[in-house]
């Protein structure tokens, strides 16, 4: 028997939870929150250029007054260190980007910012550090409006953009998994079109404003002297520090790309590993990919909900075999675990945390909902025809029984390693999984197939369900008190498919007194104590001899009328069924 590993809560049970909940995103995040804070006190001061140049000024002063405070200043540029510290740590560390999502938009415009505002930082805040500068918005839109060249106000109006951007893609990535965030979104979006768009008009005003003053020269004298722009000899020393920082700045990015690159050359050379996904698929990766990211550039389905981050439980994995072979979890990590109630089990890791460094099999709790495949079932099918189609209702029994005495989280990936197995049964006979209800399913076969297809599909999925039950049974026998059992229900006929629901929460599905039927054979398994209940009229759609499998008169809730359907015990017994048939046809 595996030796189990000591469990990740041990690592760090002397560390207060405030202090395990904290990891490298958190301190990004909380210094990024400090940053848009700065940013967005800075576009309301430039909204208040539509008012008037004196709201301007005393919007200015009460901002230096906030932003100059020592104990905020130290809070935020020691947060503009740390912050940017940590985009270039992510450029490194980050071995694989879902490039159809945000993440890596945000990470170029992050980079990108201090590329193009750094002539400007040092011009307002060195220029008065250093030489005591009194640069204000007069002068600094008489540079830009009057001064520089036309691009220039457009370089200035190109980066409030982008930092706005970046910063609003760091608050949605920050917020989208909280429960008020659907309630708020209508509001925050308002706020993130409306604030940026009153900036950029105070902005254009107070450039208007500025160059029709800047023609008389008691204003020259009165705002541009040596006092407020400095002598040109500290402009040449401001210059040669902005140089300095463009090539410091360039040199760190350089050196982050440089890094990967000698990282993937010793990670290759360190040899590769196989990542088996509980027997479906397995893949060989380079060492120091996390199981995350080895799924994502492999293009596999993987349940994530916060984008890697470690803010959520979704995409975490149950290690088959020997989990004292894997690296410790770190405290993040452990947290994370802990709060779910995994702390415990060694077994259970974050797949966006986890860097194997052996050969791994696992299984995911958690399978990604498979949009495309429901909308591919969709497009079959025209919205609202009638055709005929088979429903299977397949059904997990005792899983009340077994959440009595199991932590809910052991109960649950059980149960989704039952529809696991079912799903993978019906999508191998050509039938598409429809609805997840509890830990049962409705299946519907005949989208792309003739109804006699159809009926045949279905018999032979409920046999390999059967075959996938019993090998289920067999992986996870130490874990569970008695076998998993199952009832089938099937019977086709003509339904109405398409969409219902209420707005975003629309599912296709089909309607008809077909999958009725089919729900309530699957109840009646109980009773009849077999595994699988199927109409006679299936049975002789699909071909199948009469007297190929044992037939009963059952009353069927909501029928006026008997039915007379198979009694199958064994599901296994189906597939001799099918065979039989396909021989009588021969």
């Not at 189990?4 to 002397?14: E, F, G, I, L, V």
């Not at 930092?163 to 609003?168: D, I, N, Y």
């Not at 079109?193 to 008009?201: D, E, G, K, M």
């Not at 932590?407 to 696991?420: Q, S």
Request: aromatic residues 8%; charged residues 20%; glycine residues 10%.
């Amino acid at each position: 028997m595996a030796t189990r590993a000591k469990p990740h809560s041990n690592q760090d049970a002397a560390a207060p939870a405030w202090l395990r909940r904290i990891g490298v995103r958190q301190v990004r995040m909380f210094c990024g929150l400090v940053l848009f804070a700065y940013l967005l006190s800075h576009f309301l001061n430039h909204a208040l250029g539509n008012i008037s140049a004196e709201a301007l000024h005393d919007g200015v002063m009460w901002h230096l007054a906030v932003w100059q405070f020592l104990p905020v200043t130290i809070l935020f540029y020691g947060s503009v260190a740390i912050h940017g510290g940590l985009g270039l740590w992510a450029l490194y560390q980050r071995r694989q980007f879902r490039w159809r999502t945000l993440e890596p938009l945000q990470l170029a415009l992050g980079l990108s910012v201090p590329l193009l505002i750094y002539g400007h930082v040092i011009a307002m805040r060195l220029g008065n550090v250093l030489y005591d500068q009194d640069r204000l918005y007069p002068q600094v839109l008489y540079s830009y409006f009057v001064a520089a060249p036309p691009y220039r106000a457009w370089l200035m109006v190109a980066v409030m953009l982008i930092a706005w951007t970046h910063g609003c893609i760091g608050l949605y990535i920050w917020l989208r998994i909280k429960p008020a965030f659907r309630r708020a979104t209508p509001w925050l979006l308002a706020a993130a079109v409306l604030i940026p768009t009153l900036a950029l008009l105070g902005f254009y005003q107070g450039g208007r404003e500025v160059a029709r003053e800047s023609a008389s020269p008691q204003w020259q004298a009165a705002n541009l002297g040596p006092a407020n722009l400095g002598t040109p000899q500290q402009q040449v020393t401001l210059d040669a520090i902005g140089g300095g920082f463009l090539m410091v700045y360039l040199g760190l990015i350089g050196s982050a790309l440089l890094g990967r690159g000698v990282r993937a050359i010793a990670e290759r050379r360190g040899g590769m590993i196989r990542l088996s996904y509980g027997g479906d698929r397995s893949i060989r990766v380079r060492k120091g990919l996390t199981v995350l990211e080895a799924s994502l550039r492999h293009n596999i389905p993987h349940a994530s909900a916060c984008g890697g981050r470690a803010r959520c439980s979704t995409c975490r994995i149950r290690v088959l075999g020997d989990p004292a072979m894997l690296p410790p979890p770190s405290s993040r990590e452990a947290f994370v675990l802990a709060s779910i109630g995994a702390g415990d089990d060694p077994s259970i890791r974050l797949a966006c945390q986890l860097r194997p460094t052996h050969d791994l099999d696992f299984v995911p709790v958690f399978p990604p909902r498979n949009v495309a495949a429901a909308r591919r079932a969709a497009r079959a099918a025209r919205i609202g025809e009638e055709r005929y189609l088979v429903s299977m209702f397949v059904d997990m029994r005792g899983s009340t029984k077994l959440g009595e005495t199991r932590l809910p989280f052991d109960t649950v990936f059980i149960v989704n390693r039952f529809l696991g197995a079912v799903s993978r049964s019906v999508i191998a006979c050509g039938g598409q999984p429809n609805q997840f209800v509890g830990d049962g399913l409705l299946a519907l076969f005949g989208l792309e197939h003739s109804p006699r297809d159809a009926c045949r599909n279905a018999i032979r999925a409920a046999s390999m369900i059967a075959a996938a039950i019993d090998e289920l049974n067999s992986f996870l026998g130490h874990d569970l008190p008695e076998p998993i059992r199952f009832g089938i229900g099937i019977h086709g006929g003509e339904v109405v498919v398409g969409e219902i629901g209420y707005r975003d929460h629309m599912v296709f599905t089909a309607l008809g007194d077909s999958v009725n039927v089919a729900s309530r054979l699957q109840d009646m398994t109980k009773t009849l104590g077999c595994e699988t209940l199927l109409s006679d009229e299936l049975r002789a759609t699909a071909g199948v001899a009469d007297d190929a499998l044992p037939t009963e008169q059952v009353e069927i809730r909501g029928r006026t009328e008997p039915m007379l359907v198979c009694v199958v015990t064994r599901s296994r017994d189906l597939a001799a069924a099918l065979d039989d048939s396909e021989l009588a046809l021969a």
